[in-house]
């Protein structure tokens, strides 16, 4: 994908979205920072349906410290793996009430640091929370920049640093949630449904799908057209 190409890309998501943002529901740093720990191996939807009723008991390092274990647990049980999902949330509010004076840290070693905290539940919170340009490469933003061409790597961390050269300086603090949504509702893993993708023109994708509503010979002709 050519810098022109790359301009254009990210153009036509903001021109769509201009305010991207997570789906995950929070009102705190520390909100924030437990949803995306629940989050991993499991929906946004799933984890904002445990923490509606989580963070009206304990939306603090303090009140989670107090609700203990088991009441995490008894929260979250409906997420996946949430045994050991309920072990790093009790932890990481200890760590964050005895090292950080109960705040979410601004740094990406501190953040790391966290019981159930990796590079990219540090990502989102630094961008999220403290609008870094950081992006967190899921399975929808690793799908989307290989499939496209917009910055293609084997592993997460290699896309995660050719996003970062990849993407014009003035997208890259929304860059994140753009590439996300996009992966979940329209680039999608099975049936990637290109016929309505708004970057059609700048995709590198070499196999993209037609629109099901279209006879063959529409679908040859717009092909040609485009």
């Known amino acids: 994908m050519t810098p022109a190409h790359r301009q254009a890309f990210f153009?036509?998501?903001q021109t769509l979205n201009p305010a991207p943002t997570t789906e995950l529901i929070w009102r705190s740093p520390f909100e924030l920072l437990i949803a995306v720990i629940l989050?991993?191996?499991?929906t946004d939807k799933s984890v904002n349906?445990?923490?509606?009723?989580?963070?009206k008991?304990?939306?603090?390092?303090?009140?989670?410290?107090?609700?203990?274990?088991?009441?995490?647990?008894e929260h979250i049980k409906t997420i996946g793996l949430f045994n050991t999902k309920a072990?790093?949330?009790l932890?990481?509010?200890e760590r964050l009430l005895a090292l950080h004076q109960g705040l979410v840290p601004r740094d990406r070693n501190a953040l790391e640091s966290l019981p159930g905290?990796?590079?990219?539940?540090?990502?989102?919170?630094?961008?999220?929370?403290?609008?870094?340009p950081t992006i967190a490469v899921d399975t929808h933003i690793f799908r989307v920049a290989n499939r496209t061409g917009l910055a293609r790597g084997k592993t997460v961390l290699a896309v995660e640093k050719r996003l970062l050269k990849a993407v014009?300086?003035?997208?890259?603090?929304?860059?994140?949630?753009?590439l996300i949504l996009l992966g979940r509702y329209t680039c999608k893993a099975r049936k990637p449904e290109c016929w309505r993708c708004p970057v059609y023109a700048e995709c590198g994708f070499k196999t993209k799908t037609p629109d099901p509503s279209l006879d063959t010979t529409e679908r040859v002709t717009r092909r040609r057209r485009q």
């Not at 989050?39 to 499991?42: I, K």
């Not at 349906?49 to 963070?55: E, N, Q, S, V, Y």
């Not at 905290?117 to 870094?132: D, Q």
């Open 168 to 178: 014009p300086n003035a997208y890259l603090t929304h860059a994140h949630h753009w």
């Open 11 to 13: 153009k036509h998501l």
């Open 87 to 89: 072990k790093n949330v």
């Open 49 to 55: 349906i445990a923490t509606r009723t989580l963070f």
């Open 57 to 73: 008991v304990a939306n603090t390092p303090q009140t989670m410290v107090a609700l203990g274990l088991e009441g995490i647990k």
């Open 91 to 93: 932890a990481t509010a």
């Open 39 to 42: 989050s991993a191996q499991a």
């Open 117 to 132: 905290v990796g590079r990219k539940t540090a990502n989102v919170v630094l961008n999220c929370v403290f609008s870094e």
